[in-house]
């Protein structure tokens, strides 16, 4: 199983660590993001992310369905 820092994360996504948190953040809130929820894990406070779980996120994402997995730990 492989589990995703925010720094990597971000890599993946070609994006900055502000913009993961604030979807991870954003997840709960109305708007798209509620729809397409960031599939994170809180492990003692720090965010980690299952690498499958994250394309299976990106592939609902490019499909236009709503993502069933959300990891909270």
């Not at 070609?14 to 929820?37: A, D, W």
């Not at 499958?52 to 730990?73: D, F, K, N, V």
């Amino acid at each position: 199983m492989d589990i995703l820092t925010v720094d990597e994360l971000a890599a993946l996504l070609k994006m900055s660590k502000k913009q993961i948190y604030t979807m991870t953040e954003t997840r709960t809130r109305n708007g798209t993001m509620k729809n397409h929820p960031l599939p994170v894990l809180r492990i003692n406070g720090n965010l980690r992310f299952h690498k499958a779980a994250i394309q299976e996120w990106l592939a609902g994402l490019a499909e236009g369905r709503p993502s069933e997995s959300t990891c909270t730990g």
